[in-house]
């Protein structure tokens, strides 16, 4: 029997997990959600948590804490499981860590017999996206991460501020590398129908093109200076995901900068990374290339060759 029941499993209950479960929840995006954690006892404990906030939601959601096995029949797989890095640890030290951690995890989800969309939120994102690819064995369409998104919401965010206007009215993006090497391509950024540059061009306002430059460090650095106040993030990302995660089970066809494939778009194969995309129900239905000048390509293919070397070192 087919029936509408929007199911979605995330594994990794953690901080990240939770604010994405919750979101879920308060914007009743799925009807079942399956809580899945190497620590039972705290998938359970949020399960209950959640199920009795129901009666005050406006959502009929089937919750529970679950195995792999619960991810058959599952729209959506979340990733948000990870491990921190240890004291004196290197990057790529924690990289193959969390490649171990997600091997323990998309596999038995592969045999699960799952066949919908994973969702990769843990850091790196891009390379754990890659990585979450090439161990699914999945159309590299069905496998994406959250990208820039949370960066471009940021970015919209502060644009509006600036500009006085409604951010849903900002239109530009954060593309790249979710991390240092990201970028704002400001050529493709517009208020309403008019680009920003133009505004700068035009003269005479209150707005000055250098303010553009701090609002993109300010959008980099958004994550560093979170973590210092209160230790890591994780509402914001959790929104990001259920923003995702709707576009996906509606099938909607938004344009979200998702971290997805890239497969010859701006002459790049073999990397994922943050780029406006069209996400639907089969996950990425396709990429919406952006017309970059020569100075944002040279800062594209700088952003893809870290991410392509920090791969290089990974044994899967
Ligand atoms: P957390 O430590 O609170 O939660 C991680 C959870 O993963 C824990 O509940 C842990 O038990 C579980 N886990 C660990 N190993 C597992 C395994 N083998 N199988 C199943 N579960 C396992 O961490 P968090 O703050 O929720 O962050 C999770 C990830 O999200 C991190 O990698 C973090 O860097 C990333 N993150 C990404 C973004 C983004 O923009 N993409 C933003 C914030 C955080």
Redesign the pocket.
Known sequence: MKTDNRKVAL?????????YAYAMLNQNICDELVL????RQ??EGEAMDLNHGLAFSGSNMKIYAGDYADCAGADIVAL?????QKPGESRIALLQR?A???R??VEPVRDSGFQGVFL??????DI?TRITQLLSGFESSRVL???T???TARLRYLLGQYFSVDPRNVHAYVIGE?GDSEFVPWSQALIATKPILTIFEQGGSRYRREDMEQISTEVRDA?QKIISAKK???Y??GM??ARISRAILGDEHSVLTVSSLLQGEYGLREVCLGAPCVVGREGVKAAVTLSLTPPEVSQLYHSADLLLEALRDIQL
Request: with cysteine; proline share 2%.
């Open positions: 594994v990794g209950a953690g901080l990240v997990g939770m604010s899945i954690d190497i620590d705290r998938a948000c499981a990870g491990v921190a969390n171990e951690v997600f323990s995890i990769v939120a843990t850091n790196p994102v754990m991460g959250t990208g998104a949370l960066d979710h994550a890591a993030t994780y914001g990302i990001a995901m």
